[in-house]
C-alpha cells in the first residue's frame, strides 16, 4: 500500500489515512489515527518545483559523513495542497507539512512524497498576532526582518524539512531501524534533524541561486524565530515545573540550546536581560550556521549508528528540562498579551446532492464559524469507542 501511494502522483486530489505517526507512543511503535483530504495547488507547487528538481545538490552537500549520504536521492515528490479536511490526529489542531512513509526502506529503494499544508500555513501567518513577536523580538532590526521575511522564511523551513530533511541520509549496513535502535529518542531526533537541515540550507548562497529567496535576510530571520521560540516562547505551552514532552517540542529545545551553549561564550549568540525580561541576540548567523552544521553531522551519525546513549545524552541533556525562572517570566509575558499557546482548525462542512440513481452530482460547501460547536458535533456524531476498549 505505502509504495502505491508514494508512486501514485499524477492526481488532483490525494489523501492520508490510517494510524500514521507515532509521536505519542513514547517507544515510538503505535501508530495515531488520522485522516487528511487534500486538493494539490498547482501554482504553489511549481514555484516550489526547484527544491525537488535539486534533492540531489543537497544530499552531496549535507555536512555528514560520506557514509552517512545516498549517493543516489530517489523518488522525492513535493506539491503545496490545500487541506479539504481533517480528522482524528490532524484536528483539530494540525500539522503544516506531512514526509511520508516512515519506513526506512520504502524510502530508500521507492522514494517519498511531502506535502506542505497551503492554507493552513496561510491561516496561521493571517492569525499570529503581532503581541508576542513585538515581546520578545531583542531590537527593532530583528523585528523589521521578521515582519518582513517571517513568512516566507517559514514556508521555506517547512518544505526543506518535509522535502529536504526527511528524505536525506542513509543507516549503515545492518543497523536497525531508528525505533528499534535508539526507541523513545527516535521521534523528537528525526524531527530536530530535520529542522536542521532546513536551518543548514537557509543560510546558504544556493537558496538566492535557485531563486528561493531574494537574499539571506531571509534566512537570518528564520535563525532568529527558530532560537526565540526553541529557548523562550514554546514555554508559554507547559504547565509551570512541567517537563518537555512532545516531540516537535523537544527537538526545538534540544537544537536552540546545544547550539546556543556552544555559541554563547564564542560571543555568537547571547541572552540579553533587559528591565527583567530576556532576550536571545545573534551577533554572529554564519558561526550559528556552522553549529548546526556540526549538530546535524552528530545527529545523522546517531541515527545512522544507532547510538542510543548518545541520543539519550542529547535530548535529556538538552530538550526536557526548562530553566524555572525563565518559564515564569515567559508565563508573565504572554500573560498580559492574551495570546492562546495552540491554534485550532474549523473544518468546512461538504453535502452531497445526488441524482435518483444515487450518483453524486453536486457538492455544496459551508465553513462553520463555532470551534466549540464544531468540537461537540464530533464528540455526538463520531464517537464510535466505547469509555473502556
Not at 502522483?9 to 489515527?33: A, M, R, W
Not at 531563486?211 to 508559554?236: C, F, H, I, P, W
Not at 499557546?341 to 452531497?352: K, V
Amino acid at each position: 500500500y505505502n509504495i502505491n501511494w508514494v508512486q501514485d502522483t499524477e492526481g488532483d486530489v490525494d489523501y492520508i489515512n490510517g494510524f500514521v505517526e507515532v509521536y505519542n507512543d513514547p517507544l515510538g511503535y503505535t501508530g495515531s489515527y488520522e485522516t487528511i483530504v487534500e486538493i494539490k495547488d498547482f501554482d504553489a507547487s511549481a514555484r516550489m518545483a526547484t527544491l525537488m528538481e535539486n534533492a540531489q545538490w543537497f544530499e552531496d552537500h549535507m555536512p555528514f559523513m560520506d557514509s552517512h549520504k545516498k549517493k543516489e536521492v530517489v523518488g522525492i515528490t513535493y506539491n503545496v495542497v490545500n487541506v479539504a479536511g481533517e480528522a482524528g490526529d490532524a484536528s483539530p489542531s494540525t500539522p503544516i507539512g506531512v514526509n511520508l512513509p516512515n519506513s526506512n526502506w520504502i524510502r530508500q529503494v521507492h522514494g517519498s512524497k511531502s506535502v506542505s499544508l497551503g492554507n493552513i500555513v496561510n491561516a496561521y501567518d493571517k492569525a499570529a498576532g503581532g503581541g508576542v513577536l513585538a515581546e520578545f523580538t531583542h531590537d527593532e532590526l530583528e523585528l523589521v526582518r521578521t515582519q518582513a521575511h517571517a513568512e516566507l522564511a517559514g514556508k521555506l523551513h517547512t518544505a526543506m524539512h518535509e522535502v529536504i530533511g526527511h528524505a536525506s541520509g542513509q543507516l549503515e549496513p545492518g543497523v536497525g531501524t531508528p525505533k528499534e535502535t535508539i526507541a523513545e529518542y527516535s521521534s523528537t531526533l528525526e524531527e530536530g534533524r530535520a529542522d536542521l537541515v532546513a536551518l543548514y540550507f537557509l543560510l546558504d548562497p544556493k537558496m538566492v541561486e535557485l531563486g528561493l529567496m531574494k537574499n539571506l535576510d531571509v534566512g537570518r530571520a528564520e535563525y532568529d524565530s527558530y532560537l526565540r521560540n526553541g529557548m523562550l516562547t514554546q514555554l508559554q505551552r507547559l504547565e509551570l515545573g512541567a517537563d518537555i514532552e512532545e516531540a516537535h517540542m523537544r527537538n526545538r529545545a534540544w537544537v536552540s540550546n546545544w547550539c546556543f551553549e556552544k555559541a554563547e561564550p564564542e560571543g555568537a549568540v547571547v541572552k540579553v536581560v533587559r528591565d527583567g525580561k530576556t532576550y536571545i541576540d545573534i551577533k554572529d548567523y554564519d558561526r550559528l550556521r556552522e553549529l548546526f552544521g556540526e549538530l546535524l553531522q552528530e545527529v545523522q551519525r546517531i541515527k545512522s549508528q544507532g547510538d542510543y546513549d548518545a541520543a539519550k545524552a542529547l535530548v535529556e541533556g538538552y530538550g526536557v528540562k526548562v530553566d524555572p525562572a525563565v518559564h515564569q517570566e515567559v508565563l508573565d509575558r504572554v500573560a498580559v498579551l492574551g495570546v492562546a499557546p495552540y491554534g485550532g482548525f474549523i473544518n468546512p462542512e461538504m453535502s452531497a446532492t445526488r441524482d435518483a440513481a444515487g450518483r453524486i452530482v453536486s457538492v455544496e460547501v459551508s465553513y462553520p464559524d463555532d470551534f466549540t460547536g464544531q468540537m461537540l458535533r464530533y464528540s455526538e456524531q463520531f464517537s464510535f469507542l466505547p469509555d473502556l476498549n
